[in-house]
Every structure is written in structure tokens, then in C-alpha cells.
């Protein structure tokens, strides 16, 4: 009897299911990312084409037919995810979850939406479309390994960051008393964002010091941001080095969630006991 339904043959289907859409190890499951990666890339293409006034005008019944079969597909796609995982409510309330019906509730929600007066809610609604994109993420193996990387090494970022901001805080503070109102640094708030704009190398020239001393400040600002913006890459890319290691693309058929251990027995999210590697 297998664990996913009373039925034999229906728990045998949905286990299959499961492989082929959430892992990546089977030619079968490598086809559907494939496949499912390419309907996304051309789903977005038809969201950037429909906001040209030009195209959408020559184009738009064409634009949007394809995405109502873009629409059905995901659609399809997101209801065979929810019965092939054990608990629904979980995976549906997970992140990918919620991305998953982000990239189809607009296009329903569109066509319910009636009356002139509705056409700037329409616009809005279509455009969360674009958060199709982030479905891209579920299919980049590396990505699992860079989010690892992230993880590790977030009390080390915590740390750097609160290091960036008390010197933006203490920068921007010194140069509100050395420069003032005549040199554009008007407030606190105002002199802080000029210390993380000029920290980042971004250098808007909105604001810039005008006494002697005050460049002098900016100077050894721009020096250290030299030096910041190096930091969290050491950080991640050391994090990175120390866990790379063998990952198994095993998805939990409770949450969905891979990037397990090539021996794991346990899902590390939810603790539900994992499929035997075949």
C-alpha cells in the first residue's frame, strides 16, 4: 500500500507525480523543468510585450490568448503539485506555494474585474504576472547551494550590516555639523543617505561636501566603501567553499522542499521521513 493514498495504483501515480515534478534526477523530471522553465521564460516574454502601446495594439488578441495557455498550463501544473504532496495546506502556504498561484490568481482576477472605472485595478492586477519570474528559482540546482551559503553565514552578515549602518549613521551625523544646510546636508536622515550613497560607489552628486574638511570625510568614505563592498562577498563565497559538498536533489513529499543530504532520512524543514533514493 503506498503511504500517499488508500488506492494502490493512485498512490502509485501520485508518488511518479511527485518524482518527475519536484525532483530532477529522472530524464522525465529533467524534461518537465525544462519544458516548465521555457513556458515561464515565454510567459514573461508575453507580460513585457503586452505593455508596449505599439505591440499590444498589433498584437493583443494574439498576446492574450497566449496567456490564458500559459495561465491554463500553470494552473494544471499548480494542481498537480498540490495532489502529488502529502499535506496541501503546507506546501500551499509555503513560499513556493504562494508563488506558484501568484503566477495564475492575476489573470483570473482580470477577467471578473468590470467597468471603466476598473481598468487601473486590471493593470495592477495583470502586472503581479511578472512574479512568474520567480519560479525560475525552484529550477536552478545552484541556487539551492547559494541559499545554504546565505544561511550559514547570516550572523556574519547581521554583524556587517549593523557595522555599515552606524557608520552611515556616524558619517552622515559628522558631515551635518561640518557642511550644514548650504551644502545640501539639511538634515541627519539627509546627511545618512548621502554617507550610504557615497559608502556604496553609487554617487548620485545630489548632495556633495563643499569645505575642506567635509571632502576630506568623503575621501576616506569612499575609501572604506571599497572595503565594505568586499566584506559579505568574502563572507558568502567562504560559506560557500566550506559546504560544498554532495547534495541530493531528493524533494520532501511533505513540503517539497530538496537540497538534503545524500544520506538523509528526514526532511530538515518538517522532519518527515524521506523516499529511499532509486
Do not use: N
Not at 89 to 97: C, E, H, K, N
Not at 160 to 166: A, C, Q, R
Not at 189 to 201: F, G, K, L, Q
Amino acid at each position: 500500500m503506498d503511504p500517499l493514498s488508500d488506492r494502490p495504483s493512485e498512490g502509485r501515480l501520485r508518488a511518479r507525480l511527485h518524482k518527475i515534478i519536484f525532483g530532477v534526477k529522472t530524464p522525465a523530471g529533467k524534461a518537465f523543468d525544462v519544458c516548465l522553465l521555457c513556458a515561464i521564460l515565454l510567459s514573461v516574454l508575453v507580460v513585457l510585450l503586452e505593455s508596449v502601446p505599439t505591440i499590444r495594439e498589433q498584437y493583443g488578441l494574439a498576446l492574450r490568448i497566449a496567456e490564458w495557455f500559459f495561465t491554463i498550463l500553470f494552473t494544471i501544473e499548480y494542481g498537480l503539485r498540490l495532489w502529488t504532496v502529502r499535506h496541501v495546506r503546507t506546501y500551499a502556504l509555503s513560499f513556493f506555494g504562494i508563488v506558484d498561484l501568484l503566477a495564475i490568481l492575476p489573470t483570473y482576477l482580470s477577467a471578473f474585474v468590470m467597468g471603466p472605472q476598473s481598468l487601473a485595478a486590471v493593470r495592477t492586477i495583470r502586472l503581479l504576472r511578472v512574479f512568474r519570474v520567480l519560479k525560475l528559482v525552484r529550477h536552478l540546482r545552484e541556487a539551492y547551494g547559494l541559499m545554504e551559503a546565505l544561511r550559514a553565514s547570516r550572523p556574519k552578515i547581521v554583524v556587517f550590516l549593523t557595522g555599515v549602518i552606524s557608520i552611515a549613521i556616524i558619517f552622515g551625523t559628522v558631515m551635518y555639523l561640518v557642511e550644514g544646510d548650504d551644502a545640501g546636508f539639511t538634515s541627519i536622515p539627509t546627511s545618512i543617505y548621502w554617507a550610504v550613497v557615497t559608502m556604496t560607489t553609487v554617487g548620485y552628486g545630489d548632495i556633495a561636501p563643499q569645505t575642506p574638511l567635509g571632502q576630506l570625510l568623503a575621501l576616506v568614505l569612499m575609501i572604506l566603501g571599497y572595503a565594505i563592498i568586499a566584506v559579505p562577498t568574502g563572507i558568502v563565497s567562504a560559506e560557500i567553499v566550506r559546504g560544498e559538498r554532495a547534495i541530493s536533489s531528493r524533494a520532501c513529499p511533505h513540503c517539497g522542499r530538496k537540497g538534503h543530504e545524500p544520506d538523509a532520512k528526514y526532511c530538515r524543514v518538517c522532519g518527515i521521513r524521506l523516499q529511499v533514493a532509486t
